[in-house]
């Protein structure tokens, strides 16, 4: 199994693919950095080059999200494992 974990690594970062895999595990990682009661009001779309697209269910949530959006983005890159998102856009 190691093998196999040693080999898709050589993969992704021999096409360039390791990075993208990175910052898309953050729409993984969304809930549970989150939490329920922030997560049954957003929904993680996509990220591109470092932003992570999050819909909100209306203004109210929007604008608590903005005060924590610093300390969302340190969550998400210390469960990443690096610091792969940048920044946070609510829409």
Avoid: C
């Avoid at 990175?22 to 009001?41: F, H, M, P, R």
């Avoid at 929007?62 to 005060?67: I, K, P, S």
């Amino acid at each position: 199994m190691e093998k196999l974990n040693t080999s898709i690594q050589s993969f992704l970062e021999n096409y360039g693919l390791k990075k993208g895999v990175k910052q898309n595990s953050a729409i993984l990682y969304w809930e549970e950095v989150v939490g329920d009661k922030i997560s049954k009001n957003t929904k993680p779309q996509s990220v591109e080059h470092g932003t992570l697209t999050v819909s909100v269910s209306n203004p109210a949530w929007r604008q608590e999200l903005v005060f924590k959006k610093e300390e969302i983005i340190e969550q998400l890159n210390k469960k990443i494992g690096e610091n792969t998102i940048k920044e946070l856009r609510f829409i």
